[in-house]
């Protein structure tokens, strides 16, 4: 099982900090440098490929190795590579008529730098050219070429640098290469460690099925089998995700004629995205651990396409989209998901979110904020309702009667259930007190 351990990084002194910052300055150099050169060829045979191979590469890793160490400089070059390799793939299945994958057509690769401030400092390390000691005082080195091994490197002529934090995966079986990079949204280096590790788990506990219902103010309501209900509510975190929209749009307005961005509107976009996806992390790893417990085996989460088309609006498209990043998060729940022995099935939720539980009705049933009513008397939390019905559609279980459902909320560290669960210890409460007139869940908004 793949997984990425990701962390960041201290070096032990300011003689280090240079050490380090002139190693992936020259990563970023020789990256630049590759990447023009087959560019070049690129665009001097329009579009052909086979040219963009005879780049002299070679030549400049001999120019690098020097700071880099030879095996750094062949892995930014085989990097490089790798990128293009991918460009040409999906420049294929753009010109493939009988692939839809790919809708727009593909650049190639780009630079590692900008106007504002020059060189990205980026590289990557080879799997063998660096090992790491995970413990009370966890430690990265690292082989830097003979130009820097007299400028503060350990006795083994490798720079060693301080780890902050614990990893995710600690005992793994094999390590592969390590990406390092400088992150400006709060000034720290970072690194990006893929593994291989055993399964983390054994098998569900059970053979119970749950479904996800994706919304717009609520992140995820999910409906199991066994009665559970959860919802993860997404308001005051998409506010603030809209709030650093206005403020980068206000800077964007500012730039000079001719200027798209600066280091501060690309400093909000990072703050930005890091927020969501650690939320949405955590969101994953919090609902997955409960559904493990509940024995869920399957998840069943919509395929959003057909709705958004028909049904929804802009605005939720927006914080579907743009801020919930659907895609990603069914990766991510996929890729989690895999640790806890579950699978995950996307199935078409169309009209769950308007049909009525009591009636069947999809056109008499309206919608005011969480709140789903229809003419026959029924009244729900719509996103929990949509969650039933999605799940009722696509098992053949008997779902068990709907206990109180669980609320939680973001504090940007960790979902923590809301005051407005009133469950107590996750004691059930009598089935009849939530269900009126055969309602899902409480309407409360």
């Not at 800077?251 to 400093?267: A, C, D, M, T």
């Amino acid at each position: 099982m793949k997984r990425t351990n990701t962390f960041a990084v201290r070096p032990l002194s300011n003689e280090g900090e240079k050490v380090l910052r002139d190693l992936l300055d020259a990563s970023a150099a020789l990256w630049n440098e590759v990447n023009y050169q087959r560019l070049m060829r690129y665009n001097d045979e329009d579009g052909f490929e086979g040219d963009v191979w005879d780049a002299d590469t070679g030549r400049l890793e001999g120019t690098y190795k020097g700071v880099l160490g030879a095996s750094t400089a062949q892995q930014v070059v085989g990097k490089n590579t790798e990128a293009w390799e991918s460009f040409f793939t999906l420049k294929d299945q753009y010109h493939d008529e009988s692939n839809t994958s790919v809708t727009k057509h593909p650049e190639p690769p780009g630079f590692r730098g900008n106007e504002d401030d020059g060189r990205v400092l980026k590289g990557v390390i080879r799997n063998d050219a660096y090992t790491v000691e995970w413990g009370a005082r966890s430690r990265l080195e690292i082989v830097v070429g003979e130009q820097l091994r007299d400028r503060h490197t350990s006795p083994k002529s490798r720079l060693r640098l301080e780890i902050v934090g614990d990893p995710n995966w600690p005992d793994y079986e094999k390590q592969g290469r390590l990406d390092l990079w400088y992150d400006e949204t709060d000034s720290t280096f970072r690194a990006s460690q893929p593994v291989t590790i055993t399964d983390a788990r054994d098998t569900p506990l059970a053979d119970e099925t749950a479904a996800l219902d994706i919304g717009a103010n609520n992140f995820v309501a999910c409906t199991t089998t066994t009665g559970e209900q959860y919802l993860y509510e997404g308001r005051e975190l998409f506010q603030r995700f809209r709030e650093t929209t206005r403020e980068i749009a206000r800077l964007q307005s500012k730039l000079r004629e001719g200027r798209y961005s600066s280091k501060r509107i690309r400093r909000l976009y990072r703050k930005r995205t890091r927020r969501r996806d650690h939320a949405q992390e955590a969101l994953c790893r919090d609902l997955l651990e409960r559904l493990y417990e509940d024995g869920v085996h399957t998840v069943y989460i919509g395929g959003l396409t057909d709705v958004l088309e028909t049904h929804w609006s802009v605005r939720v498209n927006e914080k579907t989209h743009n801020f919930w990043a659907f895609k990603q998060f069914t990766e991510r729940l996929a890729c989690t998901a895999e640790e806890y022995g579950i699978s995950v099935e996307v199935r078409s939720e169309a009209w769950t979110s308007q049909e009525c539980p009591q009636c069947g009705s999809t056109d008499r049933t309206t919608r005011h904020r969480d709140t789903l009513t229809c003419p026959c008397g029924f009244e729900g939390h719509a996103d929990l309702t949509a969650s039933e019905t999605f799940l009722k559609r696509h098992t053949e279980q008997v779902v068990r009667p709907m206990a109180r459902p669980v609320r939680f909320q973001w504090d940007d560290h960790q979902w923590s259930e809301s005051p407005r669960s009133h469950r107590p210890n996750k004691q059930r409460t009598d089935p009849s007190t939530v269900h009126h007139n055969g309602n899902v869940a409480s309407g409360e908004s």
